[in-house]
């Protein structure tokens, strides 16, 4: 019998592991599913959330940390943590995001959970693309264009193509060498990307139904793209802004979309929508996935992605419950329910260990419970 | 050689482990040390930290979960969670605090230790009050004065006799059960507590030198003493106030005195200071520790102890640093170092276990990085 103050550590193994069951497809259907209900059905007096806070820095290079939480009332609350270091890959062979998210049971207090969550990030930063992506792009398959191939790229295009044909890809990437490895980097059954440069991504905009920008362009550099060759219902997935100074589109294109926020308050400040006025805004992701907002498509949308903690929470969830389904997970005691609550000391005691086994054993423990 | 992004765990055990090796009372002098030392010589340049942001509730019943995070500027961001439940040692025989610190490495971002804070939290909010006791009660041994009998009782009266003798203990409690197991849960070698009801604590005020608020009072119940019979010199630590709403000495006790916040805006929020204008506070702990402020031996002092992000950081570091030396903890991967960083679903390829395994053996690991 498990300390009812165990913590399960849920870790990539674990991921690999449910993936495997359930297969990486389905896992994503799942995950795409749980934010198209959820947050469809999202309910301010059930949910609260607050926005991202965090450490940035520029020493000893640029980076930040930061945690995004959100609790579903009388059940758990939920906190993930991210690192966010660009120079990670090109410096160390480290992903740019690292993340771990914790729950915590709101009963008790108790971590309950502690789970990797980097490729979750990526998995469910897909998967709100797509469920957008479906509501707002024209009916019919897309054809997709993708401004930065990095592991957000590769889960833009997986999650979009659980929910729309794509009839074909083109890719471009400030290093060359990132995008001529993306194709190896996707599911197998996806159109091969054609890489191009900028230029003449720029020059073929016309072509594409569906754009996701997914960069980690530095502060000040923006715009990565210039969309003003669209089509007239091209549908954007903004995905690299989320920082205050870092975007990724022209103004002029900001200005002639209908932009809608995954998180009013948090895209103000460092979304795409961080140049906007608040009465620029378009309807809210949930306001568009609630049906509350007017029809969209045929219009030049933008879905100012910055990640949303609710969405994390929803995807350690799923995580977890896979996990339990399949014993899998290790079970750590980094709180330990005491003998006598009073007594921070007890366990530094020589005896304690074996009193408290004896304690338990006997039945004598709730008698010992009472004292307090 | 363990993977550069693995977590080390430090459970109950391993604080444990550590203190038998250190021993309890120099752990103690250790973190006191720490605390004088760093908090005496803070550097707004140096550690940046953040008041504390959570959720709380009233669903199913009163409770909390916050973060309270530091960062040492280019070296380690700190965030422990806390849960506060004040029901669980009656309801459930779990501690009403219970709490976690996760380290993170400004360089990569990464998660590199996940510590107990629970019995840390109860250290350093002892180790606190006895650095300030020590530097603002009247010279000599102390009467020491404590009202709330639970854990945070134990550390305070220890962590108090490590700096000062104590030649007396009166303490009170709203639940006798609780004041009366106060002494076995001491150290062997501290004065046996007298128990008194709160009416004749209240009465025999004048015969105590310093006095310890510690309780759980509930919000708006206030106050739980009542100073007025002092002595001239007296010091009080308050550590119960933590919560709007939540405080525990008079009104009148309170504008008597000079009130030294640990942290200036939370205490402003939910010490005991919520109940004072901005300009009605004391000098800072900083500015007490640091020696800025000015000699306040002989007033009546008030240390405002919400709690510190700093000092759970400077216990949490004291913590790793002891059981690194000792070898002690878990090493896991909730994290792990890809052979591409741009790669999210490396990891669930069924081969990449073995191919990552013959890269790093062929010392071909860094070609493979090179296509990123």
């Known amino acids: 019998m498990s300390d009812p ?14 993936i495997a069951d359930v297969g ?3 896992f994503m259907d799942e995950l795409i ?9 999202f309910d301010e007096a059930r949910v609260e959330h607050q926005i991202r806070a965090g450490f940035n820095y520029e020493s000893a ?9 959100t609790m ?30 914790a729950l915590y049971d709101t009963t ?38 993708v401004v930065g191939c990095g592991a957000q790229a590769v889960t833009q295009i997986h999650a979009i193509s659980r929910l729309r044909p794509i009839a074909s890809i083109i890719a471009t990437d400030i290093d060359n060498s990132v995008a001529t490895t993306l194709e190896a980097r996707l599911p197998e059954d996806i159109a091969s990307p054609e890489i191009v440069d900028i230029d003449e991504f720029n020059a073929r905009v016309g072509e594409l139904s569906v754009v996701c920008t997914c960069t980690s362009v530095p502060i000040g550099k923006d715009p990565v793209v210039d969309l003003s060759l669209r089509r007239q219902d091209l549908h954007v997935n903004a995905v690299g802004a989320d920082f205050p100074g870092k975007t990724e589109l022209t103004i002029e294109d900001l200005h002639a979309s209908v932009v809608i926020p995954d998180v009013v308050e948090q ?33 030049f949308t933008v879905f100012d992605s910055t990640g949303w903690s609710f969405e994390d929470l929803l995807a350690a969830r799923l995580f977890r419950s896979h996990a339990v389904r399949l014993s899998l997970g290790t079970r750590v005691s980094l709180q330990r329910t005491p003998v006598d609550p009073y007594d921070p000391y007890e366990s530094l005691r020589p005896s304690s260990g074996e009193v408290i086994a004896e304690l338990r054993s006997s039945g004598d423990l709730a008698l010992v419970r009472d004292r307090a």
Chains 1, 2 share one sequence.
Do not use: F
């Open 72 to 101: 579903v009332v009388g059940d758990v609350v939920s906190v993930k943590t991210v690192g966010y270091h660009p120079a990670n890959p090109t410096a160390r062979g480290l992903p740019s995001v690292l993340a771990t998210t």
């Open 61 to 69: 290079e640029h980076g930040l940390v930061e945690w995004m939480p």
């Open 267 to 299: 895209c103000l400040i460092e979304g795409e929508a961080q140049r906007l006025d608040r009465s620029e805004l378009g309807p809210s992701m949930v306001d568009v996935l609630s049906g509350a907002a007017p029809m969209l498509v045929g219009e």
């Open 33 to 41: 599913t749980e934010l198209r209900v959820e947050i469809g059905g």
């Open 24 to 26: 990486l497809d389905s």
């Open 108 to 145: 008790t207090g108790s971590l309950t959970t502690m789970c990797e969550a980097t490729l979750l990030t990526a998995l469910r930063t897909g998967a709100a693309s797509a469920v957008l992506t479906n509501v707002l792009a024209s009916p019919g398959p897309v054809t997709l264009g």
């Open 5 to 18: 103050l165990s913590t399960l550590l849920l870790d990539v193994d674990d991921l690999r592991a449910v």
